[in-house]
C-alpha cells in the first residue's frame, strides 16, 4: 500500500524482486493503492507492479505469480473517492467489470487470480467501528448481482477466482448461499483486519468460514496494525519515515491510548520469549487455524527480510497461552466504538 506515496517505483522493484527470490509469489493490491488514496496516486501501485513484470520478462514471468487485486466498494461517508468511477459508485456489473479492465491495464496482464471486493456495497461498520447503526442501512446492490458478475468474469477468463474483503459473517454467509443457489462460483476467501489487537474475526466469521461451512479462509491484512505491532512507537524515537509520523491521521484505532498499553504488554511477551513484538506478532497470525495467508508490508527491504523471517518462529504453548490471558484484559483494544 505504500508504493506511490512512502516508496517510489525503484523501491518497489527492489522490494519485489527480494520478496520474489525468498520465495514470495503472491502479491496483493489494490485500485486505490496507494493508501491514504488520492486522485492522482490511485492506480500507482498496480502500476508500479505492472512494470516490474514487464522488466522480468512480461507473460512468460507473469505465470509464475499469484497477482490479487481489489475492486472498490459502495460509494460512502468517508469512503466516496469520486475519482474511482464517481460519487455514486456501487459494486454492480458495469462497475466491476470497468475496473477489472483498469487493473489488466495496469498491471500489464489479461487475467487476475485472486480479485476481491475491497468492502461492502452495503453498510457495515468498518475499520474500527464495532456496533451495527440501523440509521446508516442504505440501498445497495444485490448479491445475485455481485455473484453473477464474477461469475460472468470467471467463464470470460479475465478473473480466476474472486473473494470478500472487510465483510461480516452475514456477508459471507449470503455471498455462500447465492452462489449455490444460482449454480455460480462462489468467493474463495475473506480478507479481513486481524492481528493480536484486533480479534474480531475469531468470534464473528470464524464459524461462517470455516471448511464446514462457507469454506472461506481468511487473509489477513494489518497483522503488525500498521507498524503498531513491531512496537516502534512505543519508544519517543521514532524512526524517521514511520507511517504514523507521515500520516498521523492514518489508521488512529492503532494509535489509541488502550491499543498503545497493550502493545507494550505484548512487547513483554515477546521479550519473555526472546522474540521481537514482530516475530510475536507475525508468528502468532500465522499459527491460527482459519489464516491462509497473511499479508505484510513494507517500506524497505530490511523491513521486509525481518517480516519474511518471522514466518518461519514457531510459537512454544506458553507463549500462546500468555498472549490469550492478556488479550482476555484487553480485547480488540483498537476498536474505535
Known amino acids: 500500500m505504500t508504493w506511490g506515496h512512502q516508496n517510489s517505483e525503484s523501491d518497489a522493484h527492489d522490494q519485489l524482486d527480494h520478496a520474489f527470490e525468498r520465495g514470495v509469489i503472491g502479491i496483493d493490491c489494490a485500485e486505490m493503492y496507494p493508501v491514504p488514496p488520492t486522485k492522482d496516486s490511485s492506480g500507482r501501485t498496480e502500476k508500479y507492479i505492472g512494470s516490474w513484470i514487464k522488466e522480468r ?3 512468460p514471468f507473469r505465470e509464475k505469480l499469484v497477482l490479487c487485486s481489489k475492486v472498490a466498494g459502495g460509494a460512502a461517508p468517508g469512503r466516496v473517492f ?3 468511477r464517481g460519487e455514486d459508485r ?17 498491471l500489464g ?3 487476475i487470480d485472486l480479485l476481491q471486493i475491497h468492502w461492502p456495497d452495503r453498510y457495515v461498520p468498518m475499520f474500527g467501528a464495532g456496533a451495527y447503526d440501523f440509521s446508516k442501512e442504505r440501498s445497495s446492490v444485490s448479491f445475485e448481482v455481485q455473484v453473477s458478475a464474477m461469475d460472468e468474469l470467471i467463464r470470460e477468463g479475465k478473473i480466476r477466482n474472486y473473494g470478500l474483503s472487510n465483510e461480516t459473517a452475514w456477508g459471507v454467509a449470503q455471498f455462500d448461499a447465492v452462489a449455490r443457489r444460482l449454480g ?14 484486533y480479534r474480531d474475526f475469531e468470534a464473528h466469521l470464524a464459524e461462517a468460514c470455516a471448511p464446514s461451512n462457507a469454506n472461506m479462509p481468511l487473509l489477513a491484512y494489518s497483522p503488525l496494525a500498521g507498524g503498531a505491532l513491531t512496537g516502534k512507537y512505543l519508544s519517543k524515537e ?6 504514523f509520523t507521515v500520516y498521523p491521521n492514518y489508521m488512529k ?3 489509541s491510548s488502550l491499543a498503545s498499553a497493550a502493545i507494550a504488554e505484548y512487547q513483554k511477551i515477546a521479550d519473555d520469549a526472546g522474540l521481537t513484538l514482530t516475530q510475536l506478532s507475525l ?7 482459519f489464516v491462509q495467508s497473511t499479508i505484510i508490508g513494507a517500506t524497505s527491504v530490511a523491513q521486509l527480510d525481518e517480516d519474511l523471517n518471522s514466518f518461519g518462529v514457531e510459537l512454544d504453548k506458553s507463549t500462546i497461552t500468555a498472549v490469550d490471558k492478556l488479550y482476555a484484559r484487553y480485547r480488540d483494544p483498537s476498536r474505535t466504538s
Open 238 to 243: 521514532v524512526p524517521d519515515g514511520a507511517r
Open 57 to 59: 520478462g512480461g507473460a
Open 90 to 106: 456501487r459494486v454492480d456489473r458495469t462497475n466491476i467489470r470497468e475496473a477489472v479492465d483498469g487493473i489488466l491495464s495496469r
Open 109 to 111: 496482464t489479461n487475467y
Open 283 to 289: 508468528a502468532w497470525c500465522k499459527s491460527r487455524w
Open 253 to 255: 484505532r492503532f494509535q
Open 184 to 197: 455460480a462460483a462462489a468467493p474463495v476467501s475473506v480478507q479481513n483486519n486481524y492481528s493480536l489487537i
Open 82 to 84: 469520486s475519482w474511482i
